[in-house]
């Protein structure tokens, strides 16, 4: 009698969660009458009472696998362990909003930019064959000069997406062009904003695999800092020191709390920060960020090259 009480005080607990246990509630059941009821009854009732928090949280956490939700950071969640797990469900949910969101602006950049530019090419030169059949050569000729402006035009708006998704010159030329071609860039787009650069390296010393590596991370840095920062100057260091590789970016904007950015929830937490600290990770860098309000913030990775061997 005690294990049918123990069999069934299990499957209430547990939600059902396996159908065999069906079978043995059904059984444990039949075999359960008079004081045993009653035995059975005051079991559940303490049993209730003392995992009735345990058993609520394994409840929302099955409703939130089923349902897809994703847990906030610091959720104190019972029977440990789950810390990590609830990172990587927000990690990958926030993932999925970043890869809509770029799909979004790179096709916003195709219809807004180059797919206007055809448009206004098709009409021109629709209106240059209507000339044509008339006759009027000299507008004609006037309407193809227009048209090769507008050709030039498109093709330039086509590198320009070509180049944000990924620079050609990158698997070309190599990573410092590269680089030396982005802030060039960036300085004539912000032209309020000073970039300090020094590679003190060759081409040949950086690992093909962490070159585009490098640069989405000093891209995303480098919006972090238009957006957020408020900086006037911005230093970026990459050089070979020993065995490793070392890399720095730093500014002399706002700065934040670190701590604070932490315990955000949403897509207010800080995205772009997280995601320079797992690319680092992942191509077997070590990852460090300091940041003071007032007082400017600092990226540093490090990647030993014995670790980017081991991670190859």
Request: charged letters at 25%.
């Amino acid at each position: 009698m005690v294990l049918a009480c123990a069999a069934v005080a299990s499957v209430y607990l547990n939600g059902f969660n396996r159908p065999n246990w069906t079978g043995i509630l059904r059984n444990s059941c039949m075999e359960i009458h008079g004081k045993g009821h009653a035995m059975y009854t005051q079991s559940m009732r303490e049993s209730n009472q003392q995992g009735s928090e345990a058993t609520l949280v394994r409840s929302r956490r099955r409703q939130g696998s089923r349902a897809g939700n994703i847990y906030p950071r610091g959720a104190k969640l019972a029977e440990g362990g789950t810390g990590a797990q609830t990172e990587l469900r927000w990690m990958a949910n926030q993932l999925l909003s970043v890869q809509e969101s770029e799909r979004k602006r790179i096709a916003s950049d195709l219809h807004d930019g180059l797919g206007q530019s055809l448009t206004i090419m098709q009409l021109a030169l629709a209106e240059s064959e209507k000339l044509l059949e008339k006759g009027a050569v000299g507008e004609v000729s006037e309407s193809l000069r227009q048209l090769r402006c507008r050709v030039r035009d498109a093709m330039q708006e086509m590198r320009h997406v070509a180049m944000n998704l990924r620079p050609p010159m990158l698997d070309d030329l190599g990573i410092l062009p590269t680089l030396s071609w982005f802030f060039r860039e960036f300085e004539q787009a912000c032209q309020g904003v000073r970039v300090e650069k020094d590679f003190s390296l060759h081409e040949s010393n950086i690992p093909a695999r962490l070159k585009i590596t490098i640069f989405r991370i000093i891209q995303e840095a480098t919006n972090n800092i238009v957006k957020y920062a408020n900086a006037d100057l911005i230093r970026v260091n990459l050089k070979q020191n020993g065995d490793a590789l070392h890399f720095s970016i730093e500014d002399n904007g706002d700065g934040f709390d670190p701590d604070e950015v932490a315990i955000r929830n949403g897509s207010d937490r800080g995205l772009g920060l997280l995601s320079m600290k797992d690319r680092a990770t992942i191509s077997g860098g070590e990852y460090t960020m300091d940041s003071i309000s007032g007082q400017g913030t600092r990226i540093c990775i490090c990647w030993p090259f014995d670790k980017l061997s081991d991670a190859a």
